[in-house]
T-cell receptor, first 111, second 114 residues
Framework: QQPVQSPQAVILREGEDAVINCSSS?????VHWYRQKHGEAPVFLMI?????EQKGHDKISASFNEKKQQSSLYLTASQLSYSGTYFC????????????FGKGTRLSVIA | DAGVTQSPTHLIKTRGQQVTLRCSPK?????VSWYQQALGQGPQFIFQ???????QRGNFPDRFSGHQFPNYSSELNVNALLLGDSALYLC?????????????FGPGTRLTVL
């Protein structure tokens, strides 16, 4: 039931783009994306709802393919501050159901 | 607007002891969820409280218990600590009736069991 994230880790140079995927074997209601820096709490990035549109703010956006039960997080023109571990959390129902998190994707942006 | 707060920040205990962790939700939120995050893993759901009742529970033994107070703050208690309980414990708050289910995390409590 745990979603599968890929890749496990990625190294980028400043200005490069990256895509992080999150796949589930079960039908999902929502996908939640978080970024966690070392020793800190996960910070909410965005939520994708079933039937919703692609979301985005600044240079980070995400999409949710209901047919494939897959969400993708797009980071464009990466900055040093994008470094951290990205987690997707999935929910199968609405109404504040608990999130099931993937194992995370470690992103390192270097100068 | 204060975010989610947790205390203490760090805690060191020995096997067999008991521990209590505390969480205050974000202003306007009424639901508190607790997660355990082992090193290098994603957060794993322990339980969720709403209206002072345990609403849902993950796959954790009865040694893990909780409480929610009328002001929506919450406590997580762990009895008979094991080495494997060493982890970052995260509290997340949300509003049950909100149109989206966004959960906001606190800074966490790092528990080390020796």
């Amino acid at each position: 039931q745990q979603p599968v994230q890929s890749p496990q880790a990625v190294i980028l140079r400043e200005g490069e783009d990256a895509v992080i995927n999150c796949s589930s074997s079960k039908a999902l209601y929502s996908v939640h994306w978080y970024r966690q820096k070392h020793g800190e709490a996960p910070v909410f990035l965005m939520i994708l709802l079933k039937g919703g549109e692609q979301k985005g703010h600044d240079k980070i956006s995400a999409s949710f393919n209901e047919k494939k039960q897959q969400s993708s997080l797009y980071l464009t023109a990466s900055q040093l501050s994008y470094s951290g571990t990205y987690f997707c959390g999935t929910a199968r129902n609405s109404g504040n159901t608990p999130l099931v998190f993937g194992k995370g994707t470690r992103l390192s942006v270097i100068a | 607007d204060a975010g989610v707060t947790q205390s203490p920040t760090h805690l060191i205990k020995t096997r067999g002891q008991q521990v209590t962790l505390r969480c205050s939700p974000k202003s306007g939120h009424d639901t508190v969820s607790w997660y355990q995050q082992a090193l290098g893993q994603g957060p794993q759901f322990i339980f969720q409280y709403y209206e002072e009742e345990e609403r849902q529970r993950g796959n954790f033994p009865d040694r893990f218990s909780g409480h929610q107070f009328p002001n929506y703050s919450s406590e997580l208690n762990v009895n008979a600590l094991l080495l494997g309980d060493s982890a970052l414990y995260l509290c997340a708050s949300s509003r049950l009736a909100a149109s989206t289910d966004t959960q906001y995390f606190g800074p966490g409590t790092r528990l080390t069991v020796l």
